[in-house]
Each structure stands twice: as C-alpha cells, then as structure tokens.
C-alpha cells in the first residue's frame, strides 16, 4: 500500500481514510494486497470471529469465515495471535489451535494444534 497504514484503539487508517471498529486492534499485517486485521476481544464477550481484510479504500473486504459453521460443538475461542506467510494468515487461540486463513477470501483452508 503505497500510502501505509496505521492504527490506535479501534480506529484504522490508510492514508486519509479510517475504519472505526467495534473492538480494540490487536494487530494488522500486510497479506498480498490486503491487510488483515485482528481484533481484540474482551474475555466476557462470546465474540470469536475476529478476523478482517481491508483493502486500500479501507473497507472490509471479508471477515474470517465463521468457526462455529466449521466446528460445530466445540469450545471456541477469538484468535490471539497472527502472522503471515506464504500469503496465508495463520492465527492462533489461547488454546494453542492454529488456523490457515487464505488471504484471498477469509476461507478456514485448515486447523492443527501448536504443541
């Protein structure tokens, strides 16, 4: 993005544009053409699906496909931590279970646990 980016809170700005989000940011990396942005969620909320693109006109491109569609009857947790590789996001919760988010369209492509 060739005017950068930078956030403080929940606000999110590009350039001269901002994103206000309902949640405090916890952190935002560069992914192909996108960032994507992840959310800190208050441990009393059941808020878990914490994961957004953005593009350069600081819109919402798509938020991360919802975990309770792909793991029904699980205890779910928010993301935690990000980073970014071979163009996937890959996010962790406080549990240590890791989730490969393609970049493109915030599909789940697979989960496994950090030991």
């Known amino acids: 993005m060739e005017n950068g980016f930078s956030y403080e809170g929940n606000l ?3 350039g001269e544009k901002l994103k206000e989000f309902a949640y405090l940011i916890r952190d935002a990396k560069l992914c192909k053409d996108k960032i994507i942005v992840l959310l800190e969620i208050p441990f009393e909320d059941d808020e878990i699906n914490n994961l957004y693109a953005i593009n350069e006109k600081c819109e919402i491109i798509w938020r991360v496909e919802d975990l309770k ?3 029904k ?3 779910l947790l928010p993301y935690e931590q990000m980073v970014i590789e071979d163009k996937v996001a890959i996010v962790s919760d406080f549990y240590g279970r890791r989730y490969y988010i393609n970049c493109d369209d915030g599909k789940i492509m697979k989960r496994d646990i950090a030991k």
């Open 73 to 75: 009857n699980q205890v």
């Open 69 to 71: 569609t792909m793991f």
């Open 12 to 14: 999110f700005k590009i």
